[in-house]
Nanobody, 121 residues
């Protein structure tokens, strides 16, 4: 069983930055970030393989967000720059046991509880 705990959310003005962290309790492979805005379905944000050698981003965050991982700490990060009000959402960390990178949330078996990110205009 893998447990994921996110941290780092908060309130920030448009144009600002935040860094989210997700600590995993067990061995994981590909991990990702998803988000859910009020009244909307949960959507893919970014994913990273275990080695960190491959990453994948949603078009809406490409060039603004960076996903990374520190396997020694069993932690992944999401550095979010140039934040926009439309980035406001609950951000979830997820892990899958397979190594293939994926944007499909159905392929992720483990989920964190989420952390709120609010971007004011």
């Amino acid at each position: 069983q893998v447990q994921l705990v996110e941290s780092g959310g908060g309130l920030v003005q448009a144009g600002g930055s935040l860094r989210l962290s997700c600590a995993a309790s067990g061995r994981t492979f590909t991990m990702g970030w998803f988000r859910q805005a009020p009244g909307k379905e949960r959507e893919f944000v970014a994913a990273i393989t275990w080695s960190g050698g491959s990453t994948y981003y949603a078009d809406s965050v490409k060039a603004r967000f960076t996903i990374s991982r520190d396997n020694a700490k069993n932690t992944i990060y999401l550095q979010m720059n140039s934040l926009k009000p439309e980035d406001t959402a609950v951000y979830y960390c997820a892990a899958r046991l397979g190594g293939k990178i994926s944007a499909d949330q159905r392929e992720y078996a483990y989920w964190g509880q989420g952390t709120q990110v609010t971007v004011s205009s």
